[in-house]
């Protein structure tokens, strides 16, 4: 009489399930059960044990529809779980061991034509479960790449049109602040004229302070330009190289930081004796370079000094260096405060006057197009040192696509 190994299998249906889920978390090359319960790696190995119980008790080995069903299911659930297709395999040689394992004493006793049929038919069965299940393992994870990919797609677009709103809205910000700037420069100007004119004993400290806001009034009304510039062509900035005279730019930024560091009782320090006469660097850059670092170092430091300091070193190169006695930074911080909206942690600095974060990330990216170095010393509590290293003649350098503001763009209305 033939062995039912249907009814021998179902009946150890339950002990094969625990031995086989106890071999799948045994095994260390099976890591996706490192984040799963007992109960979820089991869901869906009784119905692959039923299935292959039902085609024992088929003479037909073709009849693959019941295996293929809970087949499938154990590929969706699985790739849904994260296992890799290695894992699956894995999972499956496993099960072959225990059923084969569960059913030794029992294959014994049976006769030799009925246990090759059903080493055949147990093999073919898993066989055909390992494909079945990579079929539905492989769709799902198809069908979750066209859902990934369609997202991305969708966050590509919407990143698309905030970058588009993004420069739309500097530009309406920029031309915005061009016409008050302008106002206030023209103003200034004629102001500036009637003084003259009048020939007033005593009003040279004021003509001295209209001069200095007509200075930085075009600055700023120049920086916005490079900023509409920037909008229009490829986001690069483009240096103006010319030979000046660095002792005088640095005396012109003094006279714009001069009011803040005034405003915080801060003694302003500086030692520029040792400067070359003349340099050769893009003039506004150089500026903007200098009034972030004295600017930035003013708003970290209450109580003290900022100092600047210049020199001349060897080959044909020349130094800046920002000293104050502020609050310092910890050597975590120094690995990051030249990048974009990275601001410095302080308790002791009020939020609203921690400027935006891109002051120094600005000053990295002009010191590095104009071939320069800048450095970092700093300590939390004993203040901050930023030494910028320039060559005083750079290489011939494309020329500059940034239109000049002149006098007379400042004076006009927009």
């Not at 997202?151 to 970058?163: A, W």
């Amino acid at each position: 009489m033939k062995m039912d190994f249907s009814t021998i299998l179902d009946q150890k249906r339950d002990r094969i399930i625990e031995l086989w889920i106890n071999a799948v978390f045994d095994d260390q090359q099976i890591e996706a059960t490192n984040e799963l319960t007992f109960k979820a790696v089991r869901d869906s190995l009784p119905r692959v044990l039923e299935s292959l119980a039902a085609m024992l008790a088929d003479s037909e080995l073709e009849n693959f529809e019941i295996i293929d069903e809970a087949s499938l299911e154990h590929g969706l659930i699985r790739a849904e779980q994260g296992f890799e297709p290695a894992e699956i395999a894995r999972e499956y040689r496993l099960l072959r061991s225990v059923v084969f394992s569960e059913l030794e004493a029992d294959l014994v006793q049976a006769a030799p034509k009925d246990v090759l049929w059903a080493i055949r038919l147990i093999d073919t069965v898993i066989d055909e479960a390992i494909a079945r299940c990579f079929d539905s393992y492989t769709q799902s994870r198809m069908e979750e790449l066209d859902q990934l990919r369609a997202q991305m797609q969708l966050t590509n677009q919407e990143l698309t049109r905030l970058v588009r709103a993004s420069h739309d809205n500097m530009s309406k910000l920029t031309h915005e602040l061009k016409t008050p700037l302008t106002s206030i420069i023209g103003y200034a100007d004629l102001f500036l004229r009637q003084q003259q004119q009048a020939e007033i004993k005593d009003s040279y400290v004021h003509l001295e302070s209209i001069e200095r806001v007509l200075r930085s009034g075009r600055l700023l009304l120049r920086l916005i330009n490079d900023t509409l510039q920037l909008q229009k062509s490829d986001g690069q900035i483009k240096l103006k190289i010319g030979t000046i005279e660095p002792q005088e730019l640095i005396r012109s930024v003094i006279e714009i930081v001069e009011p803040l560091a005034r405003n915080k009782g801060l003694e302003l320090r500086v030692a520029c004796d040792r400067i070359p006469p003349t340099v050769q660097t893009d003039p506004l850059r150089l500026q903007q370079i200098l009034t972030n670092l004295l600017s930035n170092a003013i708003r970290y430091t209450e109580s003290g000094y900022v100092a600047i300091a210049a020199e001349t070193l060897s080959d044909n190169r020349w130094s800046i260096t920002v000293r104050d006695s502020g609050i310092g930074m910890a050597q975590a911080e120094q690995n990051y405060i030249f990048e974009p909206y990275y601001r410095v942690s302080s308790s002791s600095t009020a939020e609203t006057d921690q400027g935006t974060g891109l002051g120094l990330a600005i000053v990295a990216q002009l010191v590095n197009l104009m071939q320069g170095e800048i450095a970092v010393s700093s300590q939390p509590g004993q203040g901050s040192t930023f030494t910028v290293i320039l060559p005083t003649h750079p290489p011939a350098v494309e020329p500059a696509i940034v239109a000049e503001t002149t006098e007379q763009e400042s004076s006009t209305s927009l």
